[in-house]
Nanobody, 116 residues
């Protein structure tokens, strides 16, 4: 079992920055991929950024050059640094952990609201 606890959401003006945190606990050694997903009202959940256990990082086209997904292995924490935020980035952001055995775990979600 993997437990994910998120923090860092909030309200920000367009052009501003926010950093989300996701702290993992439990069977951390079983995690293959950590990622951030988001779901806007009336839309499907989408992948924002992912990082594999070997360090491969991928970003959705909509956030490239604005978002980064740094990690702190010592703290078992992955971050989502969001810069140049746009109103269309408004969504509930979820942390996800995918294990080597393809089990998927989700955080509780954190609201990000970008005002224009």
């Amino acid at each position: 079992q993997v437990r994910l606890v998120e923090s860092g959401g909030g309200l920000v003006q367009a052009g501003g920055s926010l950093r989300l945190s996701c702290a993992a606990s439990g069977s951390i050694a079983t995690i293959n991929v950590m990622g951030w997903h988001r779901q806007a009202p009336g839309k499907q959940r989408e992948v924002v950024a992912t990082m594999t256990s070997t360090g491969t990082i991928n970003y959705a086209d909509s956030v490239k050059c604005r978002f980064t997904i740094p990690g702190d292995n010592a703290k078992h924490t992955v971050y989502l640094q969001m810069n140049s935020l746009k109103p269309e980035d408004t969504a509930v952001y979820y942390c996800n952990a995918l294990t080597f055995s393809r089990n998927s775990y989700w955080g509780q979600g954190t609201q990000v609201t970008v005002s224009s």
